[in-house]
């Protein structure tokens, strides 16, 4: 990137961030995020995907735009069309010494809840187009077979949206479990899992069952993918970041909608996460602190967390390699290959993350 556009980006990042001191006094918290890339042995044409906020406007999340540097050939912000994930894309020519490239992006937050008490509102509604668009199947999350079979199962007797997606929150905590085993946040091949009956993974797999199992009975439902970013205000150890230091605090969450209330957020892979890593650990299921959490995390969350975007089967700019199942993680490659995305020293990536006094 050349050092004008560089000034100009910033300048603009500046600018945004002018609504900062109002958030503030509603409640928002406002962070930075950086990350810094280097691509530990270039061959050839060195190449790297870094996930940046696309979820934008919303009721729990703004974001104010990235600013970055280094010695990369060619970068620009690119998007993978479909879903609208926003990714920095940056390329190194063959020869480049030492390929960096370093990213900030602004964003604030505040916790999110949905207020399941009242009546709703009819006039709260999916257009049809969106209603298909977050019913419809991907290619690791399937919505046919023994996902629909299994939801069907689960929800038999329960009536409306939030009844049933209910039913299927409470059956994913009392029978997933975390497996500390699992590489990364896993992939979140429901089939796999159902027909195996090996049921533990991590958060892009227990949440990516709850939204398969929702899509398979006609309720739109979304996987979120980010990352934390500080820590729990609520007490809970094992659900913040424990550090500025965030390079392996990737974390999905989901949503699902709801006639009358709208998107209803929800974390079954959290109080798994709970009950496995909460001090002391291996908590038992009724332990006062995963009773709590299992109560907030059917239609709240806590914002200390940043939303990149709900993406999958992502294709990456550029790139002959296959598409990945969604963007969390910093991807790259070199002379045509692929690096490993969940090893940060095969490409030597940081992040870290820090409030914004204002």
Request: charged letters at 25%; hydrophobic letters at 40%.
């Amino acid at each position: 990137m050349k050092r004008r556009d560089f000034l100009k980006s910033s300048a603009a990042v500046a600018a945004a961030a002018l609504p900062w001191k109002a958030l503030a006094a509603e409640g928002w918290r406002a962070y930075e995020i950086t990350t810094r890339v280097e691509i530990a042995k270039p061959s050839g044409v060195s190449r790297a995907w870094i996930p940046v906020p696309s979820v934008d406007a919303t009721s729990w999340q703004r974001a104010f735009g990235s600013s970055w540097s280094g010695n990369a050939t060619r970068t620009e912000l690119a998007s993978d069309g479909k879903y609208g994930v926003s990714m920095l894309y940056a390329e190194w020519a063959s020869g480049t010494a030492n390929p960096v490239i370093e990213i900030t992006s602004r964003f604030a937050t505040q916790d999110r809840a949905a207020d399941l008490g009242s009546a709703g509102d009819s006039r709260l509604e999916l257009s049809a187009a969106d209603r298909a668009f977050f019913t419809s199947p991907t290619e690791l999350i399937r919505t046919d077979g023994i996902v629909k079979k299994t939801a069907l199962d689960i929800t038999k007797g329960a009536k409306g949206d939030v009844e049933k997606a209910r039913a299927i929150y409470e059956w994913i905590v009392d029978n997933t479990f975390r497996d500390p085993k699992v590489r990364g946040c896993g992939l979140g091949d429901i089939t796999t899992m159902l027909e195996t009956g090996n049921l533990g993974g991590k958060c892009a797999d227990l949440n990516a069952l709850f939204v398969g199992l929702c899509r398979s009975i006609g309720i739109p439902a979304r996987d979120i993918y980010g990352i934390r970013v500080a820590k729990s205000q609520y007490g809970y150890k094992s659900l913040g970041a424990g550090s500025e230091n965030v390079t392996k605090a990737q974390h999905c969450r989901a949503d699902f909608f709801a006639r009358g209330h709208g998107w209803v957020p929800v974390d079954p892979a959290d109080v798994r996460k709970v009950v496995l890593e909460e001090p002391p650990g291996q908590l038992p299921v009724g332990d006062a602190k995963v009773v709590a959490a299992r109560k907030r995390l059917f239609g709240s969350w806590e914002m200390n967390w940043l939303a990149y975007n709900m993406g999958h089967d992502v294709a990456l700019p550029a790139s002959k390699g296959p598409k990945i199942p969604f963007l969390m993680y910093v991807n790259a490659e070199t002379d045509g290959q692929r690096l490993d995305q969940l090893d940060p020293d095969s490409m030597t990536y940081a992040i870290t993350a820090w409030d914004i006094k204002v």
